[in-house]
């Protein structure tokens, strides 16, 4: 892989989201705003926005990072500039890693505000582990780009892009333990939501806001969700074609 | 040899879109592909680049696979969509394909003039009109250094100073040998080529030069020997 090619479209990626203000706009502020509504619809119930606060932060930056990956992959297929690309020197392994390089940074811009704002602003109690909260919203963030990029290897048009959301992320969220917990699901349903990512963010997000310390298992679980998006991204390069029906 | 295409068959929806091709073209060519629209002169194009799936057959660019990464950096390319970053500038989409193609700054300047874009520099590439789009995306494709142009129609909508302009552009890459495969539905624009390869319904219905043309259909005009070999005159 070359360096130089990746990072110059990691550039070009950023450049474009620069001349989209309303991008900016909806990386920066959805998440935060969404967080603020939450604490502000549970501020009469106590502890609450703790225990639904805490895992959202998570869920909110994947959502959003999902779609705006997956739709602005696909457009590079619609606009042929994909193509054109696939017919250049760049390589697939190039093309997405700079994809994967420019979201995840903004990625990670947006959930470090909406955790930084949550716990400074909203009061989300963080028992102290404010850097590891951050850590699993990030990396959060960077699987709802690597997953969309998957998604968007899949899709053929940004329509069908978007309708992978509910398929790639509701039975996450179903499942991943943040309306049940994970050990009172039936057998199978438990079985399946151990081979989600989003179980595993959402199991360290718990040990992070719980006043035990973290341990091996939040760095367990960490490690396992940063191994599912290194396969979703590796996953996406060898299922994006290079030629087309 | 600069092109092989041995039995080449694409099918898209169960209906044929090339139809048994067999091509051999040479180096240092300008080749005119030219047909109404429909006849499959662009799915030819994205096959030989290797962007289309193909049914059956042999395509060897160089003696190499379509696509492949030994050929891709000898390959320059004009789709016929305009396959440019519409919320760009124009030069911001020249720097990024410039970089990628390892051209200098000083070509990206060179095709700003040639093409007439300097004025539009700073324009936000999804505001240009039609004819200013092709342009772009023209330069693009002549951006780097490649042996082998793949240019879809790259005239269409040019008004006739700019379009006699790049004929003589092309002229000029293939006098430092170069080789141009250019589509056209314009049957004029095949008088302007070395090779001509007239296509209808995903058949190639004639191939070779314009003599060639001229002698076998006793026409003069391409438009009236196409017609002539379209329906079976011949």
New interface residues.
Partial sequence: MIISRTLLTTRRILQQVRHDHRTIALIILVPTVLMGLLSWMLSDVPNAFNQWGGPLLGIFPLIVMFLITSVATLRERTSGTLERLMVSPIRKSEFISAYAIAFSLLGALQALIAALVSINIYGLDTKGHTSAIILVAVIDAVMGTALGLLASSMARTEFQAVQFMPVFLIPQFLLGGFIVDRDSLPNLLNLLSDLMPLSYSIDALNIALSDQSLGGQYWENILIVLAIVLSALILGGLTLPRSSR | MAISVIGLVVE?FDRKILDDISLELNSNRTIGLVGPSGSGKTTLI?AL?????IKSGKVKIFGLEP?S?KL??R?G?M?Q????????TVR?NLD??A????ASKRRVGEILDLLHLGEHNKK?AGSLSGGETSRLSLG?ALLGDPDLFFLDEPTVGLDPILRAELWKVFRNLKEIGKTLVITSHLMDEAERCDDIILMRNGKVIFHGSLESLRIRTNCSEVEEAFIKLASGGM
Wanted: charge should be positive; aromatic fraction near 16%; proline fraction near 0%.
């Fill in positions: 898209k994205r680049v290797g962007s289309q799936r696509g990464e891709r950096s390959i390319y789709a969509k305009s396959a440019l970053y519409s919320d760009l911001e990024y394909f970089a990628i193609f390892g936000i693009i």
